[in-house]
């Protein structure tokens, strides 16, 4: 199983609807966060969070929200999705200072 | 704001050549990450670098502080070395509030 695992991997929504985008971890790791990646944008922070108790707005978190429902979880929701949130979305973790670990990442599609 | 310039965008080389990637960032951001990631869309982090040099098989990552540069270089290119590779900040502090991105160079390695 991989370290860092999201689901799903791809999924196409209409306009208007609530989503879910999941992720899990077996590291052990206190941060977690969520980015999307966007062709010629890179990829940028949407939210982020030490543990289950804290949890913190990055660059683009307007039209989303989070949930950790524990330290292994970590939840993203588009609230009413809209077609410019059509973009790569990925998980990563982290433990203190190291090093990130990335889950496969979910390609949503909104239409 | 902390940012992250890569360069070049876009790179194409034969087999067997020496690579290099070069990542210029700010003041604030006091460690490195060089990230790959395949057309498939899943990211792997390759090095984690805050000073010196580091090397895994043909990756070899340097950072100069002093200038606020790092390099990654890929020696006897390989095909499946094609990917994006990715420079990204973390700012002083452990970089609690997640990475700064470039926006990736493109490497192709023709056979």
């Known amino acids: 199983d991989a370290d860092v695992t999201q689901t799903p991997r791809n999924r196409i929504t209409k306009t208007g609807k609530r989503i879910m985008l999941e992720c899990s971890q077996t590291k052990g790791h206190d941060r977690m966060y969520w980015y999307r990646q966007d062709p010629g944008l890179g990829l940028r922070l949407i939210y982020y969070?030490?543990?289950?108790?804290?949890?913190n707005k990055g660059e683009i978190s307007d039209g989303y929200s989070v949930s950790r429902q524990a330290q292994a979880k970590f939840s993203l929701s588009l609230e009413s999705a809209i077609p410019n949130q059509t973009a790569l979305y990925f998980c990563?973790?982290?433990?203190?200072?190291?090093?990130?670990?990335f889950g496969s990442g979910t390609r949503l599609t909104v239409v | 704001k902390n940012e992250v310039e890569q360069s070049p965008q876009n790179l194409t080389a034969q087999e067997g050549e020496f690579i290099t990637i070069n990542c210029s960032y700010s003041v604030g951001i006091s460690a490195l990450h060089w990230l790959q990631q395949h057309p498939g869309g899943g990211i792997v982090s390759l090095f984690m670098?805050?000073?010196g040099k580091k090397k895994h098989g043909r990756l070899i990552a340097t950072i100069n502080i002093q200038e606020k540069h790092s390099s990654l270089h890929i020696t006897a290119s390989h095909p499946r070395d094609s990917a994006v590779y990715i420079c990204?900040?973390?700012?002083?502090?452990?970089?609690?509030?997640?990475?700064?991105f470039g926006k990736g160079t493109h490497l192709i390695i023709q056979p």
């Open positions: 969070s030490f543990d289950v108790k804290d949890i």
């Open positions: 990204a900040g973390t700012t002083s502090g452990g970089g609690a509030d997640g990475l700064t």
């Open positions: 990563a973790t982290q433990q203190g200072s190291g090093g990130y670990t």
């Open positions: 670098l805050s000073s």
